[in-house]
T-cell receptor
Framework: RKEVEQDPGPFNVPEGATVAFNCTYS??????FFWYRQDCRKEPKLLMS???SGNEDGRFTAQLNRASQYISLLIRDSKLSDSATYLC??????????FGKGTRLSVIA | SQTIHQWPATLVQPVGSPLSLECTVE??????LYWYRQAAGRGLQLLFY??????ISSEVPQNLSASRPQDRQFILSSKKLLLSDSGFYLC????????????FGPGTRLTVL
């Protein structure tokens, strides 16, 4: 089983749609969880951290289910500028971050 | 503020030639440093990381090597490039190994012909 698994997509959605990405991780000792965004041919950048209680940042909501080892990202009211690859990222104790392969999103006008 | 530099931005090299990619960080001390490779259509693969000068951890055995001659300098090298070394090479830094945010450089796009 891969350490971090994501549906590669692509997800093609119209502007204004709500889209959800899922991610599972294998290491039950993982302590921290994040979503990164990577634009085409650019470097990844942190989008948001994922907390046990769930957290929201504007149109973006992240959820964590430790029992199921599952992380989600919900994007509401999709914009054209949301088109990118979304990377699920986890780490454990004294280990570097582990990146998923990413889910590609295309928001269409 | 902290900045991370990588160069060159693009590189085309013949098979069997050597490689040297440099990464420098400004505005922070004793960062953790990382080299990643992203092949076309694939995820980020961690190649090396370093927690201090002269300390290199290798994640994947291959014909690449890394060195950290100074606190904020990280170098990726190869003596003989393979076709499979083509990809997008990203350097990153963080405050600690478990730190949530890694800051990535702009990357070097390497094509081996």
């Amino acid at each position: 089983r891969k350490e971090v698994e994501q549906d590669p997509g692509p997800f093609n959605v119209p502007e204004g749609a709500t889209v959800a990405f899922n991610c599972t991780y294998s290491n039950s000792a993982s302590q921290s969880f994040f979503w990164y965004r990577q634009d085409c041919r650019k470097e990844p950048k942190l989008l948001m951290s994922v907390y046990s209680s769930g957290n929201e940042d504007g149109r973006f909501t992240a959820q964590l289910n430790r029992a199921s080892q599952y992380i989600s990202l919900l994007i509401r009211d999709s914009k054209l500028s949301d088109s990118a690859t979304y990377l699920c990222v986890v780490n454990g104790r004294n280990t570097p971050l582990v990146f998923g392969k990413g889910t590609r999103l295309s928001v269409i006008a | 503020s902290q900045t991370i530099h990588q160069w060159p931005a693009t590189l085309v090299q013949p098979v069997g030639s050597p490689l040297s990619l440099e990464c420098t960080v400004e505005g922070t001390s004793n960062p953790n440093l990382y080299w990643y490779r992203q092949a076309a259509g694939r995820g980020l693969q961690l190649l090396f990381y370093s927690v201090g000068i002269g300390q290199i951890s290798s994640e994947v055995p291959q014909n690449l090597s890394a060195s950290r001659p100074q606190d904020r300098q990280f170098i990726l090298s190869s003596k003989k490039l393979l076709l499979s070394d083509s990809g997008f090479y990203l350097c990153a830094w963080s405050v600690g190994l478990e730190a949530g945010e890694q800051f990535f450089g702009p990357g070097t796009r390497l094509t081996v012909l």
